[in-house]
Nanobody, 122 residues
Framework: QVQLIESGGGLVQAGGSLRLSCAAS????????MGWFRQAPGKEREFVAS????????LYSDSVKGRFTISRDNAKNTLYLQMNSLKPEDTAVYYC???????????????WGQGTQVTVSS
């Protein structure tokens, strides 16, 4: 069982930056692949980024590639999402997730956090 708690969301102007954190419970954090999804009002939840258990392999959606960076600190059981050059279309609730299999973090991960709101004003 893995419990995930996101933090770091808020209101920022276009062009600004935010860093999201996701604290995970459990002593097996380092064995899980992790990722981020987001859901904008009236839209389906969409994949943002994923990271392999060792932090070496990462994958990004085309919409955030080059602006967002996913990383993890296995010693602190924490996942991060550094978001730069934010745009109004990045406004959404951001959810972290975890799964034993990297591929599933991009589609249907097993564990989800409760989400944190990110609002980008123009």
């Amino acid at each position: 069982q893995v419990q995930l708690i996101e933090s770091g969301g808020g209101l920022v102007q276009a062009g600004g930056s935010l860093r999201l954190s996701c604290a995970a419970s459990g002593r097996t954090f380092s064995t899980y692949a992790m990722g981020w999804f987001r859901q904008a009002p009236g839209k389906e939840r969409e994949f943002v980024a994923s990271i392999y258990w060792d932090g070496v392999s990462t994958l990004y959606s085309d919409s955030v590639k080059g602006r967002f960076t996913i990383s993890r600190d296995n010693a602190k059981n924490t996942l991060y999402l550094q978001m730069n050059s934010l745009k109004p279309e990045d406004t959404a609730v951001y959810y972290c997730n975890a799964d034993r299999f990297f591929e599933r973090t991009m589609t249907s991960p097993q564990y989800w956090g409760q989400g944190t709101q990110v609002t980008v004003s123009s």
